[in-house]
């Protein structure tokens, strides 16, 4: 069995013509159409949508893949010796003092990991729609990329469920309010599994581009561990993401084995780089790490903490005249809330965590419900 032109070209044909689609939000609903469901035609033409307005956008966006996919590999030892070449520099920087590059703090880093969570929860999605070319040895180096970021059927190694267990470890499954660009690159991936038919070689590409080893992926790794959190689902990609018999080398391999065995005049080599460039659509690692602020983070658990707990609390402390209760009910009344509790000396901002009483309340809250767990005595 070959592809052959014809095979392909149909999505492309019927794009033609067409201007490029608006570009709206909503990412976050048709994401969890395509996750939750098998989607209907309805939910498959909404996610056929957002490719085509994707590759639209990226249209002008240079694309770094060499001009004849007989460059392949050697572009990708370029790119790993590159990646290698940067990431000593970043450990000899940090062996001569140099601070953390990505994380100011471990909330920092806790809140990278909760940012990006949509997008890791769909981890190898691009490539659910080639599972029914399983017996197609064309496919097989697709086959078996969609088959280990699944953990080949062992759930301590399927990529989906380690982010979950690592989210779960730090209290973060709880994304509902994030913003809804942070659903984009997801909503992409799934659209792009659900509609294989429609977009085979921008799958290719898309697969080409982000199975290869970045250079973020081993900084995250390391400042994670720095701040006593586990980097394993890091490392894991970090490894089966190798350039010698890792998902990077068959990703180039894939497009080999793929291309026409018949002359298109290019055309699926042009779609195969135009689907590469959708791994960076949406918000990127750089931009996730840059968009912390801690205290508007401080504030949206205070706000998520308050829809629960007003009304809860005793009158007995008061801050700044005012009860907790009364703090909680307003809230658009927790900044100047967030304010008074430094005032009155309950959190010391710029100063280790221990000096705060705010934080000696919830380390002692926490301590008496680890007690209390144990069937332990509060007192002697």
């Known amino acids: 069995m070959y592809i052959a032109s014809h095979d392909y070209s149909h999505a492309a044909d019927r794009r033609s013509g067409q201007a490029a689609p608006r570009q709206v939000g909503g990412f976050k609903p048709l994401y969890e159409r395509l996750l939750r469901e098998t989607p209907g035609d309805a939910a498959r033409g909404a996610a056929a949508e957002l490719v085509r307005r994707e590759l639209s956008l990226a249209q002008a966006e240079p694309c770094d893949l060499p001009q004849a996919p007989e460059g392949l590999f050697a572009w990708m030892q370029a790119h790993t010796q590159s990646v290698h070449a940067s990431y000593g520099t970043y450990l000899a920087q940090r062996a001569a003092g140099a601070p953390r590059h990505y994380f100011s703090n471990r909330a920092h880093a806790l809140y990278f990991l909760r ?9 190898g999605a691009w490539l659910y729609g080639l599972v029914e070319h399983a017996h197609n040895p064309r496919f097989s180096d697709l086959v078996r990329t969609y088959v280990e970021e699944l953990g080949e059927g062992d759930p301590d190694g399927n990529h989906v469920l380690l982010y979950r267990s ?23 991936q799934l659209a792009l599994g659900w509609n294989a038919q429609d977009f085979l070689p921008e799958i290719i590409g898309f697969n080409l581009g982000y199975e290869q080893l970045p250079l973020h992926l081993l900084i995250t790794a390391y400042e994670l561990n720095e701040l006593g959190i586990d980097p394993y689902y890091f490392t894991v990609h970090a490894t089966v993401d190798n350039a010698d018999t890792g998902h ?32 960076d659509a949406g918000v990127g690692t750089g931009e996730a790490i840059a968009g912390f602020d801690m205290e508007r983070e401080v504030l949206a658990v205070f706000a998520r903490k308050a829809a629960a707990g ?56 926490q301590k008496r419900g680890q007690v209390l767990r144990r069937g332990e005595p509060l007192v002697d």
């Open 166 to 188: 690592l989210l779960a470890a730090h209290g973060l499954e709880q994304i509902d309010d994030l913003a809804d660009e942070m659903y984009r690159q997801g909503a992409l």
């Open 310 to 365: 007003s009304g809860a609390h005793s009158d007995y402390c008061r801050v700044a005249g005012r009860s907790i209760n009364e703090w909680l009910s307003t809230p658009q009344d927790l900044p100047a809330f967030l304010q008074a509790l430094q005032d009155n000396g309950w959190i010391r901002r710029g100063e280790p965590a221990p000096n705060s009483r705010f934080w000696g309340l919830l380390q002692g809250l």
């Open 248 to 279: 990077a080398r068959r990703a180039c391999q894939a497009v080999l084995d793929t291309l026409p065995r018949m002359d298109d005049g290019g055309a699926f080599w042009a779609r195969v780089r135009a689907g590469s460039k959708l791994a």
């Open 115 to 123: 940012t990006v969570a949509p997008t890791k929860l769909v981890d």
